[in-house]
């Protein structure tokens, strides 16, 4: 028994005008909201608008709001919004609350630069990276939640989301501290971390270090077999220039000790009698090779 194209046809053209209707209905449901809430605000243009509460709408999708050009705060929380892809033009909003929807991706935030505070908890966020990737723009960005997303489920997430996004000051309601960002270092950028430690314990650093690789040993330093001491005239050729410095610091190490010679310090009475010059105390110094 062979399906009749005619009829899959029709029943696609079916589900595709329901869905465009549905999407329809949402939209007007979104526009409805928005301007009940402009004649609540008493605004008679789009350009007085600095802020709009659309939360509680049961809301599936928001009409553009790229006409309201200095809009600064949005909220939308408590929804069911999925995306938010309506928000491309509005470079002037620094807060947006999107929590408590139903939101699987965050794709057209980067379109916000000025934005300072963001919350996105108790959403569907699953890919950490897309999410991550699409926040990394935001230089503005200081307050973040992300708590109750699946991506929370994620081992290291909250040291991964402070690591790639620096900026943040607040994550998840609680401060991010500097002890949470050297560790960051440590576990997602070991070759930092390596020269940081490097550097503070003042020892020259092999920038190409892996840490996946095996440990290299560096071979013990070894007298050449030509080498004789006390030979000031020795001119041995060195294949490694570290082994030349180790010879010579076999030639030519010294210790010097350096001390006063109380004999040229006049002691009270003759200081006071001045059988002796004001000459300055004299300073010897023993050397041993």
């Not at 180790?246 to 009270?268: E, G, H, Q, Y």
């Amino acid at each position: 028994m062979t399906e009749d194209p005619n009829h899959l046809a029709r029943a696609f053209r079916r589900c595709t005008k329901s869905i465009t209707r549905a999407s329809e209905a949402a939209l007007e449901i979104s526009r409805k909201a928005v301007e009940d809430q402009l004649k609540i605000c008493g605004h008679k243009r789009d350009a007085d608008v600095f802020e709009l509460f659309l939360s509680k709408k049961e809301l599936t999708e928001v009409i553009d709001l790229s006409r309201f050009k200095k809009l600064k705060y949005l909220w939308l929380h408590h929804n069911k919004l999925h995306g938010i892809k309506f928000l491309t033009r509005n470079y002037c909003l620094t807060e947006l609350y999107l929590n408590n929807n139903a939101i699987f991706e965050i794709e057209g935030l980067h379109y916000l630069p000025s934005l300072h505070i963001l919350l996105l908890q108790h959403n569907e966020l699953t890919n950490i990276n897309a999410t991550v990737k699409e926040l990394k723009g935001m230089l503005n960005l200081k307050t973040l939640s992300l708590y109750q997303n699946p991506l929370c489920q994620y081992n290291l997430y909250r040291l991964y989301i402070i690591y790639h996004l620096p900026g943040v000051q607040l994550l998840d309601r609680n401060q991010v501290t500097e002890k949470e960002r050297r560790s960051t270092f440590t576990i997602f950028n070991h070759k930092k971390a390596h020269i940081a430690q490097s550097i503070a314990f003042r020892r020259k650093v092999d920038a190409s270090w892996d840490p996946r690789s095996p440990f290299k040993q560096k071979p013990a330093q070894k007298v050449p077999p030509d080498f004789a001491f006390a030979n000031n005239v020795d001119r041995t050729v060195f294949d490694d220039p570290e082994d030349a410095v180790f010879v010579r610091s076999l030639k030519r190490s010294a210790m010097a000790i350096t001390f006063l010679n109380w004999d040229t310090v006049p002691t009270r009475e003759e200081k006071y009698l001045q059988e002796k010059g004001a000459e300055p105390a004299q300073m010897l110094t023993v050397t041993l090779r």
